[in-house]
């Protein structure tokens, strides 16, 4: 297959990232300062994310499993369908109790990016999964970067006008997918393994990145409080930093992490980006300047765009073809898990702490999930593929 070809395969699912992520990207920004209309405190913020994350963790693996069964077209419009639904009832809520049912409605229905990793997966060979990976990841990169700058933008004018144009583009991209994205030609089968076992092909991966999870959502509910309460810094800003972050995301899943994972290898490719991470950890937890807060934004940039493509490619090696669903759905549910151990971790130590102790403590678990996932490129042995 010719490169051409080879990306012409992905666009639809790239454009359905693109557009799933542009309304991410708009929400998470302007979500502390919404909840805080309603007299939110900081624990009240991060409990608002974990309601999104918490139904995930016994849903999403539940999900996986059905489209490996079934199909990936399916469940997307599922979660793209659940995710418009959520939008109004959040653009529309009279209460903080009406912003949690949307989050949990939007989390429950939705394993969005699992399903689209996994189209990836059906349709690349082993040799370009990394590549194709990126792609999808660049796409998101691109979301970050419109989404953040949009939401920022439109928040001037109040917080329903995001809200709702993240409504209609969960209603647009519902209709692209049903349109224009076409079911992988794979042989779907009705065995199914144990969770246990699909679980066993990668462990070290999973728990790794559960690790470097817990630290990444700690900063992902306490960096629009933590610039605001150090450098006085609103919606706008944040808005416009986190577009920074996705450029850097952008340019590099897109074009330069397949090409680093081909000279380096995969383990090596994921372990440099953990690394970063951990620099980037570093650096917040002893804040000295803007221009250092700043540098720390880019290294988790470039951290994160070098260690999750990477992995999920190991993962999708380690893995047999009609489990690609349940084991990328298995990130999904762990990364949902720890968002909820992180989350309110994070929320708590920047409250009842130090603005720094989220960030203390996400150094040591990303310290630790690199150790895991270093040793792990040595001792463990998946499971032979039936």
């Not at 912003?99 to 394993?111: F, M």
């Not at 609103?234 to 992490?257: K, M, P, R, T």
């Not at 988790?300 to 999750?308: D, E, K, R, Y």
Request: aromatic fraction near 12%.
């Amino acid at each position: 297959m010719s490169v051409r070809a080879f990306y012409s395969n992905l666009f639809p699912a790239a454009i359905a990232a693109f557009i799933d992520f542009v309304g991410i990207g708009i929400v998470i920004p302007i979500s502390p300062f919404y909840a805080q209309k309603f007299g939110a405190t900081p624990l009240e913020i991060a409990l608002l994310f974990t309601a999104y994350s918490a139904p995930q963790v016994v849903l999403s693996p539940l999900w996986g499993r059905l489209s490996d069964r079934f199909g990936r077209k399916p469940f997307l419009l599922i979660g793209l369908g659940g995710e418009f639904v959520s939008y109004i009832l959040l653009a529309f809520a009279p209460s903080l109790v009406y912003l949690y049912i949307s989050r949990v409605i939007s989390g429950g229905l939705s394993a969005n990016f699992a399903v689209i990793q996994s189209y990836v997966a059906d349709v690349t060979t082993e040799e370009r999964r990394v590549r194709g990976l990126g792609f999808i990841g660049a796409s998101v990169g691109l979301g970050f970067i419109v989404g953040p700058a949009i939401g920022g933008t439109l928040s001037v004018y109040g917080y329903r006008t995001p809200l709702l144009l993240t409504a209609f583009l969960a209603l647009a991209n519902l209709g692209l997918v049903w349109f224009i994205l076409k079911e992988p030609a794979v042989r779907r089968t009705s065995v199914r393994r144990p969770l246990r076992e699909v679980f066993g092909y990668a462990k070290p991966i999973y728990v790794s990145g559960g690790l470097v999870n817990l630290a990444f959502v700690g900063l992902q509910v306490t960096l629009a409080l933590y610039v605001q309460a150090l450098y006085g810094w609103g919606a706008f800003n944040v808005g416009v930093i986190l577009a920074a972050v996705g450029v850097i995301e952008a340019a590099i899943q897109g074009g330069v992490v397949h090409k680093l994972a081909a000279k380096l290898g995969e383990w090596v490719t994921a372990s440099v980006g953990i690394g970063l991470l951990g620099a980037c950890f570093f650096a917040l937890s002893i804040p000295l300047t803007v221009y250092v807060t700043i540098l720390a934004l880019v290294l988790l940039g470039v951290g994160l765009s070098l260690a999750q493509p990477s992995a999920n490619s190991i993962i999708t090696k380690l893995t047999p073809p009609d489990e690609y669903g349940s084991a990328l759905s298995l990130v999904q549910s762990i990364t949902s898990l720890t968002n909820i151990v992180g989350q309110v971790i994070g929320g708590g130590l920047f409250q009842y702490v130090s603005v720094e102790a989220p960030y203390i403590f996400g150094l040591v678990a990303i310290v630790s999930g690199l150790l895991v996932f270093t040793t792990a490129q040595s001792r463990y042995k998946p499971p032979l593929k039936p």
